[in-house]
């Protein structure tokens, strides 16, 4: 059973930065693609960012810049580091992973169970 474990959220303020974790069991991320999405209260699910198993990276026009992604198979993890955080950017944040190279939720099949990120003005 393949199981996502985010970590590394809080209360921060404006302009801080973090870094969140995601570590994996039950599956060698070596061959899928890791993402991050983020959820706030009353608003739907939306794509953060994306790894694939080759490296490549997409992100959204909204943290481009600010968010990096990166994956370190050796440890089966995967992190956000998360710069210049602003107040919109407060959300419950969700690793997954998948087959699929997408901003699509339908394209993962596994999900963790989210870490709060809160960003004080």
């Known amino acids: 059973q393949v199981q996502l474990v985010e970590s590394g959220g809080g209360l921060v303020q404006a302009g801080d930065s973090l870094r969140l974790s995601c570590a994996a069991s039950?599956?060698?991320?070596?061959?899928?693609?890791m993402a991050w999405f983020r959820q706030a209260p009353g608003k739907e699910r939306e794509f953060v960012t994306a790894i694939s198993w080759s490296g490549t990276t997409v992100s959204a026009d909204s943290v481009k810049g600010r968010f990096t992604i990166s994956r370190d198979n050796a440890k089966n993890l995967a992190y956000l580091q998360m710069n210049s955080l602003k107040p919109e950017d407060t959300a419950v944040y969700y690793c997954?992973?998948?087959?699929?190279?997408?901003?699509?939720?339908?394209?993962?099949?596994?999900w963790g169970q989210g870490t709060q990120v809160t960003v004080s003005s």
């Open positions: 039950g599956r060698t991320l070596t061959y899928y693609t």
């Open positions: 997954a992973t998948g087959t699929s190279f997408t901003r699509e939720t339908r394209g993962y099949d596994y």
